[in-house]
């Protein structure tokens, strides 16, 4: 049975159907973890990580998006594990934490596909078989306690928590858009065509592109949204 009609049979409520996808991508999720091994983590974890952002990718995709699901899930299960990375690395918790965090994630997860809506902490004391206040204090150690506008630097640039929310956060529209512009480049402007490469093709956060071309972060995401919308239209029609 191909991807695609597992996909179907998945989204349909097939279990096995899903689990099968999963089982079938594991090395493709080892080749992801791989990139982020030797950064403090173990792979274990990383790999448990990484098949939550598989599972949302078998959910989420939509067998009418003319690029192969590997393409989609790839940026999914990386922006998954850096998501991880990042939040781990900000707020320092014990192990025993970490592990009901991942343990409640992938709980919800499953909680999520099946219900379609989100659990309350008694359902997942259930599922998870942990207390309220072990649920609560994972979850509670998981937020980021970092002002999002707090400016942060690396070694060649600045950024913001917000940038790197908008990168992670939206995975699944990143990657969609990244499809869509590749196809309709041809159609802008100058300005906006140096805006979507250094977006989506050369990585660069909305605070850097606005530093390099002279403009403010809002100018910037105000543009990138028209432009994106434009680019819908023309895609639609």
Known sequence: MDTLTLINRAHQGDKLARDKILIENTGLIWSIVRRFLNRGHEGEDLFQIGCIGMLKAIDRFDTEFDVAFSTYAVPMIAGEIRRFIRDDGIVKISRKIKENQMKIMHQREIYINEKKQEPTIEELEKVCDLTKEEIVMAMDASR????????????????????????????????????????????????????????????????????????????????????LNSMRNEKST
């Not at 699944?172 to 590749?182: G, W």
């Not at 250094?198 to 956060?205: C, P």
Request: net charge negative; glycine share 2%.
């Open 144 to 227: 980021n306690v970092e002002s999002i506008d707090k400016e942060m630097y690396s070694k060649d640039s600045a950024y913001t928590l917000m940038d790197l929310a908008e990168d992670d956060t939206n995975i699944e529209e990143t990657v969609l858009n990244k499809i869509m512009v590749q196809q309709l480049m041809d159609m802008l402007e100058s300005k906006e065509r140096k805006i979507i490469n250094l977006r989506y093709f050369k990585n660069k956060t909305q605070s850097q592109v606005a530093k390099e071309m002279g403009m403010t972060q809002v100018q910037v995401s105000r543009l990138e949204k028209k432009i």
